[in-house]
Structures are given as C-alpha cells and as structure tokens.
C-alpha cells in the first residue's frame, strides 16, 4: 500500500487518453494504491491519470458524505457511458486542480457499464453526486479537465490561480507531481 503523488495541472499525464485494461491484467495493487492516496486527499474520485498511469481505472468513494453514506466503494474499469439524461448544476473540485472550484452543467442521470476487479462486467445506473463523479473521472480518462467545461470568462477568472499551479507556486496538503518536476526528469 503507498499513498502516490498526485499529478497536477500542466502535467502531460492528464491531457493524455488512458487505455485500456485487458481482462487479466494486474490492476488490484494500482487500485489500492489509488483508493490510499483518494482518501490520503480526501477526495471522492479518482482517475489512474491522476496518479500517472494511462490506464482506464477510475475508484470513488462518496461515503464520506452524509447523503451517500450507505453508497460502496466502488472500482470502475474500462467504464462506457450507455446513455445519459438530464442536466444540473454542480460546483465541482478536482484533486488534481486545487485551490479551483466551479460550477459544471452535465448530465444528471447516467448509465454505464464497467468491468469491477474480477473482470465481471456490470452496469449501473447512477444520479446525484455519484453520477457526477462518474463523468469527472471518465473525462479524466480522456484527458478532459472539468474546467474545459467552464465558458471562457470563467476559465479566465481561474488564470491566475492555474498558473500557481503550474509553476508549483501553491502549498498543496497532499504529496504531488507539478509540471516543473515533469519536465525536469524529461530534460
Ligand atoms: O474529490 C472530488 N470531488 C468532486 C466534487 C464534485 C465533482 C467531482 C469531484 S471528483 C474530485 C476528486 C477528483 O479530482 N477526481 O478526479
Ligand atoms: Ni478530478
């Protein structure tokens, strides 16, 4: 078990598409090492981008929240939106985007199937908070930020703070891997 830096904005790794699983593959150490560093955050979701690795693993929580606290924790591999109805509004965070929050539009139910750690295919319907994260972290897999939904202004609104990010000028209370150290180890 290890908790894993967390990749920030600017980092290559979360503009990337995530592949595949195939069925056989070991992800069961990535996967407890994901829901370590989640929780280590203290965050509801969490895609494999996150952590740097182009896999599509997404694990989320929600039971830290009083409405979901029945909800399970769950492991969504090679994830596949079926359909999707609905729009709300929430206020969404990333972990990988900290110190940001806004406002997002999606959609409000969603339907998906998944393979879960045995390789058994399920599906799930999902609304409210754990329908959203769902989309969040099926972006993140292909390398889509939420802030790419943000309309311009807002995106400008956010600049200054992006850019703290970016150059690593921001304290952030859980272990990361900003684009300087990225382009460090590249040069
Ligand atoms: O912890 C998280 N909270 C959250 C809140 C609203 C919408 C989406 C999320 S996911 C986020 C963790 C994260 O960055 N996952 O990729
Ligand atoms: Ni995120």
Request: glycine fraction near 8%; charged fraction near 30%.
């Amino acid at each position: 078990m290890a908790i894993l830096p967390i990749v920030t904005y600017g980092h290559p790794a979360l503009r990337k598409k995530a592949e595949r699983v195939s069925p056989g593959e070991n992800v069961r150490d990535l996967v407890e090492d994901m829901f370590e560093t989640m929780r280590n955050a203290q965050g509801i979701g969490l895609a494999a981008n996150q952590v740097g690795v182009l896999k599509r693993v997404i694990v989320m929580d929600v039971s830290p929240m009083e409405e979901y606290k029945d909800e399970k924790p769950r492991v969504l591999i090679n994830p596949e939106i079926i359909s999707h109805t609905g729009e709300w509004e929430l206020e969404e965070g990333c972990l990988s985007i900290p110190a940001v929050r806004d406002v997002v539009t999606r959609s409000e139910n969603v339907h998906i199937k998944y393979l879960d750690l045995d390789f058994d295919e399920q599906e799930l319907e999902a609304e409210g908070v754990p329908g959203r994260v769902i989309l969040h972290e099926i972006d993140h897999l292909n390398g889509i930020l939420f802030i790419d939904h943000l309309s311009p202004g807002r995106r400008k609104f956010h600049k200054g703070i992006l850019l703290d990010i970016k150059r690593g000028d921001l304290d952030i209370p859980y272990p990361v891997i900003g684009s300087q150290e990225e382009e460090v180890r590249n040069s």
